[in-house]
């Protein structure tokens, strides 16, 4: 479970940085300000997957150290 939200965030944080670089080589290509949308949205999903990474980081520490009581 912990592993899974670990590359649920990695993916997301992917995703995101992607959509941001789309975003920003296709607002300098063409001048037009609609790909300001995409960049809010990707923005969205990078700030969704730090905290899934961090939450799936400790999680699995916890594990390590002994558990979850």
Not at 19 to 27: D, K, R, S, T, W
Not at 38 to 55: D, E, N, S
Request: charged letters at 15%; glycine letters at 18%.
């Amino acid at each position: 479970m912990n592993t899974k939200l670990i590359h649920i965030g990695i993916g997301l944080l992917a995703a995101g940085t992607i959509g941001i670089i789309f975003a920003v080589v296709m607002e300098l290509a063409t001048a037009e300000p609609v790909y300001y949308i995409v960049m809010k949205i990707t923005a969205g999903v990078f700030g969704i997957g730090g905290p899934l990474l961090g939450i799936g980081i400790a999680k699995s520490r916890g594990k390590k150290r002994g558990g979850e009581k």
